[in-house]
T-cell receptor, first 112, second 116 residues
Framework: GNSVTQMEGPVTLSEEAFLTINCTYT??????LFWYVQYPGEGLQLLLK?????DKGSNKGFEATYRKETTSFHLEKGSVQVSDSAVYFC???????????FGSGTRLQVQP | DGGITQSPKYLFRKEGQNVTLSCEQN?????MYWYRQDPGQGLRLIYY???????QKGDIAEGYSVSREKKESFPLTVTSAQKNPTAFYLC???????????????FGEGSRLTVL
């Protein structure tokens, strides 16, 4: 089955700083890739996705590029805001089960 | 509004009791999933169902049971056989796009179970 490795948190940044959260995975084939975000006490929301190699997913200023050579899907944002404070999960699709495999999550704390 | 409704939001259980968590969706999605989330860990797949009257075990199915009698509903029972049931439980559903599973999951707000 799939496995996902995310950088450990918490990641603490000042407002307007540049963000990178690393994600690498192992999977069979070339699965669709997802980033989800979880705000305190809530379920997960889709942040962005990419369905094939070299695709770039983007949403709310966040971006991630599907790199099949390095099996990576790193999340980036040029200028974070306090409201971006949340836990971020990287998730490749398990094409056999058609379910997502989630990383351990990276907590982001943005300070004013 | 379309979405996924989980209930109850908070639940307390005594050891040895079974408890059922409800998950209802009105998105007309075929597939539904249950995940468990523990502090500092990612989500782990308990059970999933691609179609009515059919479901499969995920990675941590022991001590849990499900049913899928209706497209809209996928209840999860946490049995007394589950050794460490205190956790946050998330239900999700997934649509098809032109007949293919997209992989995108839509989540409910979760149910927090505490065993006393």
């Amino acid at each position: 089955g799939n496995s996902v490795t995310q950088m450990e948190g918490p990641v603490t940044l000042s407002e307007e700083a540049f963000l990178t959260i690393n994600c690498t995975y192992t999977a069979t084939g070339y699965p669709s890739l997802f980033w989800y975000v979880q705000y305190p006490g809530e379920g997960l929301q889709l942040l962005l996705k990419a369905t094939k190699a070299d695709d770039k997913g983007s949403n709310k200023g966040f971006e991630a590029t599907y790199r099949k050579e390095t099996t990576s899907f790193h999340l980036e944002k040029g200028s974070v805001q306090v409201s971006d404070s949340a836990v971020y999960f990287c998730a490749p699709m398990d094409t056999g089960r058609r379910a997502l495999t989630f990383g351990s999550g990276t907590r982001l704390q943005v300070q004013p | 509004d379309g979405g996924i409704t989980q209930s109850p939001k908070y639940l307390f259980r005594k050891e040895g009791q079974n408890v059922t968590l409800s998950c209802e969706q009105n998105l007309n999605h075929d597939a539904m999933y249950w995940y468990r989330q523990d502090p500092g860990q990612g989500l782990r797949l308990i059970y999933y169902s691609q179609i009515v009257n059919d479901f499969q075990k995920g990675d941590i199915a022991e001590g849990y049971s499900v049913s899928r009698e209706k497209k809209e509903s996928f209840p999860l029972t946490v049995t007394s056989a589950q050794k460490n049931p205190t956790a946050f439980y998330l239900c999700a559903s997934s649509p098809r796009d032109r007949g293919r599973r997209t992989g995108e999951l839509f989540f409910g707000e979760g149910s927090r179970l505490t065993v006393l």
